[in-house]
């Protein structure tokens, strides 16, 4: 089968029905941005677009994607050698402690202000709330997507 | 002594010098004695941080560009050690932040560290060590520089330059072929005020490749040369069960499988991906023999503050008496089992390369008892075994093992190949290392100024570094300085008593951020407040009048400063129905740390809407990142005052996955404000002690709210 992650397409050969994408990303294809925190939808660490929505991909079977369907990965973030306003935010907020949940934490975040360009602090934490981060940066995440909104074009 | 400077690395011994090397001094002196000098000493001394290879071709490298590698024995954790590292390195070379790289080195390549990275202490540990080893560094590349223009020379932004204009760069310098000698004398160290990078938010490190999706964690690391195979273990339903008899043949038909590996009390299977190997493992049918199946109840009874057996760790004057009379305040408090739970789950790469040495790719914090484990599990020596840590998706203590590097050596022996594993979160929670449990019984009187007259503090906690020491350590030193931590009472207090009890648990339990300083603390800041309480005063003002002497000016500085951030007084007097503030503080070696928490109760529903922090650690070498790292203790200091908690059913954990163990999220934390205090004392920890008061402090704001006094974590009403 094949699949189109951003805006590329991969052949994927023995895929057994019950394969779950982030697998497919990470060992397969080489794309270790999306990470594995708990492998059943709590912790958000492998949050990806499927049609622009945020989905787990450890929890998605690769059987159940159309072959018409856009993926995007953190890897798909940064544009024409420019990084996306919201790796941009986090950085300049110096935001990760030990990174393993952000890969995740952007990919919501993205999600949020593609769909709603101005989110209130309060819009910020409901959308937020299921991607965990053990480090605690919850203070400085909320911060950087404010100010990520602010460098959206 | 003049040494001339030879690219080979010496050995050092390996672990805890302070505790070994004063226990064997005492131990005439007796038993009770040594005790309470280990404990005063570990409590007022320094974390143990380890002595570090003295030659600084093995720390320092410069690139064809000039730009300078520096290859740190710390490991990254997301703590910010390797920039802080970095930080105190080019300073003393004098290289511009933007051209330095920072690097992890291996058990076989860099230089190594006797201890390990743990403790808060990689950065107060080295600040001395380092910086001196680059000044004796830019003393010899002084040297070689003026012999190679034959003129003085000044040295600006990496390149040395002489009167006449002729310059030679730091890293041509490096390559002169001489003789390079150490001076004889260390080299003069920069003065405080002379510091441009040091006291810097310089950015991180490894920020930008966090963020940009780059292989940087254990989970992430294929073979570079070959293909990588995946290695899963059959994992026992119970920890201790033991192996009896095993049955594969199933699994041997299964596609994609490549090794089957069948080892006393050992199972795992190599395959071409993980899913395939996790299910070729379900597929072999094995016998388990259970241990006696460990209930919540068998722990609790074993936790007794009372035992006979506890450990005296201070005393001052006589408390035993002064507690006898009729008024004296007595509160039980305790904490209950956590999970360390970093966002990544171990994992290991091993490879056996061409020249016969092990490989291994692991997120470990001590990288030397690591590599020792590797070797006796495959019979190789240690100098044929590499161990070079990853950065780390989270530590918190977890990282003090890495079972996942001995399993991927195993599989990678057995079969020829490149074996990673990778645990999943399953395996992270069965088979955690989790933070002990602990009780607390604490007395107290008042006199009738109305200050504190007497108290007494008996502990009792499973153990949380003795669990990683040889047995003997646990028999000499008798109380856990793991477990005791943040026990000590800075309070100026006449009759003071400390006990503490271990309680050997059939369970495994070991360091979690912070170790014993959570749970302590929350006891300790807890009873000064109900004393405060007792005595009719603010809770404040109550710490301020028991505060003085050296540490205790620190503290109190910390406590007028944290007042006047959240507005203490008037936030107290205006706060509505429902809401209240708490205030509570703790002395971590040398880092003092106060917090004002405000809270908001509806119904049964504890929230937190604002935590002021201050924190005074020394001199801080990165601020940012030090705030981060006081941000990050708020929110797990939260976590534990409100959510976690593990207990046992037939000897099984109740968490399997972060469904049945809830860790905080944003839409519960709190606004943080963080302050640091200036400070011309020597850098200090800041990557644990924030995480002190915080629980003691909302149960007080709790106190405060509703006059209910909750003494049991987590926190509910
Ligand atoms: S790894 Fe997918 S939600 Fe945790
Ligand atoms: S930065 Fe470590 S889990 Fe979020």
């Not at chain 2, 007097?573 to 509806?602: F, H, R």
């Not at chain 2, 020394?618 to 976590?639: S, Y």
């Amino acid at each position: 089968m094949q699949l189109n992650i951003n805006d590329k397409l991969y052949n994927i050969d023995r895929v057994d029905s019950n394969r779950k994408l982030l697998w497919i990303l990470r060992d397969q294809l080489g794309l270790i941005g999306t990470r594995y925190g708990c492998g059943a939808g709590f912790c958000g660490a492998c949050t990806v677009h499927i049609n622009g929505q945020p989905t787990r991909s450890c929890i998605t079977p690769v059987s159940a994607i159309a072959p018409d369907v856009r993926i995007r990965t953190v890897e798909g973030l940064a544009e024409n050698g420019s990084l996306h306003p919201v790796q941009q935010a986090f950085i300049e907020l110096q935001v990760p402690q030990c990174g393993w949940c952000m890969s995740g934490q952007m990919m919501s975040a993205t999600a949020l202000l593609e769909q709603s360009p101005n989110p209130s602090r309060e819009d910020i934490r409901a959308a937020m709330k299921n991607n965990y981060c053990r480090c605690g940066c919850y203070h400085r995440i909320a911060l950087a997507v404010e100010r990520a909104a602010k460098l959206m074009p | 002594m003049t040494k001339t400077w030879r690219l080979t690395r010496r050995k050092f011994l390996i672990g805890l010098g302070t505790l070994t090397g004063g226990v064997a001094v005492g131990l005439p002196l007796g038993l009770p004695y040594l005790r309470r000098q280990a404990f005063r000493f570990l409590s007022q001394g320094g974390p143990p941080s380890g002595n570090i290879d003295g030659e600084p071709q093995l720390w320092f490298e410069f690139t064809d560009q000039n730009l300078l590698n520096i290859n740190v024995t710390k490991v990254e954790m997301g703590q910010g050690a390797h920039t802080a590292l970095g930080q105190l390195a080019a300073e003393e070379l004098e290289v511009p932040w933007e051209n330095v790289r920072v690097f992890q080195a291996g058990t076989l390549l860099g230089p190594i560290d006797s201890f390990g990275t743990g403790g808060s202490s990689s950065v107060s540990g080295l600040f001395t060590p380092l910086r001196q080893l680059a000044a004796n560094y830019r003393f010899m590349l002084t040297q070689a520089a003026e012999e190679h223009l034959n003129n003085t020379v000044t040295l600006n932004k990496g390149v040395f330059v002489d009167p006449d204009g002729n310059e030679i760069t730091l890293s041509a310098a490096s390559r002169l072929e001489r003789e390079w000698v150490a001076p004889e004398t260390d080299a003069p160290l920069k003065s405080i005020n002379d510091f441009k990078l040091i006291g810097k938010s310089v950015p991180r490190v490894d920020i930008v490749s966090k963020l940009t999706a780059q292989p940087m964690y254990s989970y992430d690391m294929t073979s570079a040369n070959n293909t990588t195979y995946y290695g899963v273990v059959a994992r026992p339903p119970v920890v201790g069960a033991q192996m009896q008899d095993v049955d594969a043949n199933k699994a041997k038909s299964l596609e994609r499988i490549i090794s089957i590996v069948l080892q006393d009390n050992f199972v795992g299977v190599v395959a071409e991906d993980r899913e395939t190997a996790i299910d070729a493992i379900r597929a072999i049918n094995i016998n388990w023999k259970l241990p006696r199946l460990i209930e919540n109840t068998d722990i609790d009874l074993l936790l007794d503050p009372d035992s006979n057996n506890a450990v005296e760790l201070k005393r001052v004057g006589d408390s035993s008496s002064a507690l006898e009379g009729s008024n004296t305040i007595s509160a039980e408090y305790s904490t209950p089992l956590a999970a360390t739970a970093p966002l990544e789950p171990q994992s290991s790469l091993a490879e056996l390369g061409d020249d016969g040495i092990m490989y291994v790719r692991t997120p470990t914090q001590f990288p030397n008892q690591t590599t020792s484990a590797v070797a006796e599990a495959i019979g190789f020596d240690e100098d044929k075994v590499d161990v070079t840590p990853t950065y780390l998706g989270g530590g918190f203590g977890r990282r003090q093992r890495a079972e996942s590097a001995v399993e991927a050596a195993i599989l990678a022996i057995e079969s020829g190949l490149p074996v990673h594993i990778g645990w999943t979160r399953s395996d992270e929670f069965l088979f955690d290392r989790f933070r002990p449990p602990t009780k607390h019984k604490l007395r107290g009187i008042l006199n009738t100024q109305g200050t504190i007259e007497a108290l007494e503090h008996r502990q009792s906690s499973g153990d949380v570094l003795f669990s990683e020491l040889p047995e003997i350590a646990g028999s000499i030193a008798g109380s856990d300085f793991g477990a005791t931590r943040g026990i000590d009472v800075t309070y100026n207090i006449p009759n003071l008593k400390l006990y503490a009890h271990r309680a050997k648990l059939p369970i495994a339990t070991s360091a979690w951020r912070g170790l014993g300083l959570l749970a302590n603390t929350f006891a300790n800041e807890s009873f000064v407040d109900e004393l405060a309480f007792h005595a009719n005063q603010d809770p404040l003002q109550f710490r301020l009048d028991h505060l003085n002497g050296e540490t205790g000016s620190l503290v109190r500085n910390a406590l007028l400063h944290v007042a006047k951030m959240s507005k203490w007084e008037e936030l107290q007097q205006s706060t509505k129905e429902g809401s209240g503030m708490g205030i509570a503080c703790c002395v971590d070696y040398g880092t003092i740390v106060a917090q004002v928490v405000q809270v908001e109760i509806n119904k049964d529903t504890i929230s937190v809407p604002r935590v002021w922090s201050v924190m005074d650690s020394g001199l801080v070498v990165n601020p940012n990142g030090a705030k981060n790292q006081v941000e990050g203790n708020i929110i797990w200091g939260l976590g534990s005052a409100l959510k976690e908690e593990i207990t046992f059913k037939k000897g099984i954990p109740s968490a399997k996955n972060f469904g049945d163990y809830q860790l905080l999220r944003i839409d519960e934390s709190p606004e943080i404000f963080v302050d640091l205090l200036p400070s011309d004392r020597p850098p200090q920890g800041v990557g644990e002690p924030a995480i002190g008061p915080i629980p003691a402090a909302l149960a007080n704001a709790i106190f405060a709210a509703t006059g209910k006094r909750i003494r049991k974590l987590p926190l509910t009403i």
